[in-house]
Every structure is written in structure tokens, then in C-alpha cells.
């Protein structure tokens, strides 16, 4: 069964620091998402990108986040400058076309991202 | 987007069938209802979709009554495996790309 690959797993960086968390969505899938989830709480959205363009992004979503394709297999989610409040599990989700949605969206396993 | 309601948690034993219900009263025409399923530490991962009836798979079934105003989620004989939180999901899904809106979810803990 095809998987969204996310990496690293687990990161640990100091208040201000740059992150960027890093995904390979499923190959033939043609939307790709950002979601979060911090500890005891709801998953949240934070962004969809389609079509090489932010398609839709929530209030999270600010100025200190960024979303690149970079290449034909990467999707990645850059924090400019870290805060305390930026400690969550960080998903990555992709799915295909109007046709395929049926089948829902596939999550990658997260990375566990910590503030200090 | 619709609200959704559904259980905080449920408890069972393995092999027991499970029902876990979810109210969306303001359901629109176009809307769709998905459930997923999350383990901890791991990402949500899809379970179902239906429009209106009874829609089945090798995992579930979801029971929709014509008003469409609830759904059920209906796990055949559990394991302890299934022991996770369930997410009841109302939206128009056949717009992809769409955003998914999670609500808290039910927390099934399957005993042996």
C-alpha cells in the first residue's frame, strides 16, 4: 500500500531556530496538506497546496510558515523562526484527483517536533 | 462545515461488534461523511465514506439513515488492536483538495 514518508520522526531545536520537516507524498496524488496536532489536542489544518500554489491555508498558517515542492517528490513545511507553541506531532497528508478522494487522504506517520 | 457530535470514549471487549454513532444535524446536500482512525504517535488514516445508506468494506461498515442527520460507524468483532480514537468527518469531499475539519473524536479502548 502506497505511504506518505515524513522526516525526521522526531526533532528538538531552541526557541528561534529554523525547522524544516520534510515529506514524500504519494507519488501520483496531485494535492498535498499540512496538519498538526499538539499533545491532548485536536488535529488541525494548517495548509493544502496544488498545483505548485497554497490552494487554501488556516489562521496558523502565519507568516512564519512556508510550504515548498522543490522537486518532483518533496513536500516540505518550513518554520521561520520557532516558538514554544510550535511543539506538536506535524502531518503531512496527500490526495489524488476528484475521483480518488472517495478513498480518502493518506497521513504520514508525523514528525514530533519540540521547542525548547 | 457541519458540526459534528460524537461520544468522548467507549469501552469493549475483544470480539464484540462496536457502534460508534455520530450526529451531524446540519449536514448539507453536497456533504459527505468519512471516519478515520488514529493510534497514537501515528497520523489519521481514512476507514470509510459514505453518501446515504449502507456503505461496507473489509474494515467497517457505516449505516446512514435517509435523513442523513446521524451515521454509524460499525467495527465487526474487535481486537485489542483496535483500541484508538475514531473521527466522524462532514464535509464536501467531492471537491478535492478540500480541508478536513477533525473534531475530538471518540476514544474506543478495547479490554481483553
Known amino acids: 500500500e502506497p505511504e506518505v514518508t515524513q522526516t525526521p520522526s522526531h526533532q528538538v531545536t531552541q526557541m528561534g531556530q529554523e525547522v524544516i520537516l520534510r515529506c514524500v507524498p504519494i507519488?501520483?496524488?496531485?494535492?498535498f496538506y499540512w496538519y498538526r496536532q499538539i499533545l491532548g489536542q485536536k488535529v488541525e489544518f494548517l495548509v493544502s497546496?496544488?498545483?505548485?500554489?497554497?490552494?487554501?491555508k488556516s489562521e496558523i498558517f502565519d507568516d512564519q510558515f512556508s510550504v515548498e515542492r522543490p522537486d518532483g517528490s518533496n513536500f516540505t513545511l518550513k518554520i521561520r523562526s520557532t516558538k514554544l507553541e510550535d511543539s506538536a506531532m506535524y502531518f503531512c497528508?496527500?490526495?489524488?484527483?476528484?475521483?480518488?478522494?472517495?478513498?480518502?487522504?493518506?497521513f504520514g506517520s508525523g514528525t514530533r517536533l519540540t521547542v525548547v | 462545515l457541519a458540526k459534528t457530535t460524537q461520544p468522548i470514549s467507549m469501552d469493549s471487549y475483544e470480539g464484540q461488534e462496536v457502534n460508534i454513532t455520530c450526529s451531524h444535524n446540519?449536514?448539507?446536500?453536497?456533504?459527505?461523511i468519512t471516519w478515520y482512525q488514529q493510534f497514537p504517535s501515528q497520523g489519521p488514516r481514512f476507514i470509510i465514506q459514505?453518501?446515504?445508506t449502507k456503505v461496507t468494506n473489509e474494515v467497517a461498515s457505516l449505516f446512514i439513515p435517509a435523513d442523513r442527520k446521524s451515521s454509524t460507524l460499525s467495527l465487526p468483532r474487535v481486537s485489542l488492536s483496535d483500541t484508538a480514537v475514531y473521527y466522524c468527518?462532514?464535509?464536501?469531499?467531492?471537491?478535492?483538495?478540500?480541508?478536513?475539519?477533525f473534531g475530538g473524536g471518540t476514544r474506543l479502548m478495547v479490554k481483553p
Open positions: 497528508a496527500s490526495s489524488g484527483d476528484r475521483e480518488s478522494v472517495r478513498y480518502g487522504y493518506t
Open positions: 507519488s501520483n496524488h496531485l494535492y
Open positions: 497546496f496544488y498545483n505548485n500554489e497554497i490552494s487554501e
Open positions: 446540519n449536514i448539507a446536500t453536497n456533504d459527505y
Open positions: 459514505g453518501y446515504k
Open positions: 468527518l462532514v464535509g464536501d469531499d467531492g471537491n478535492a483538495g478540500n480541508m478536513l475539519t
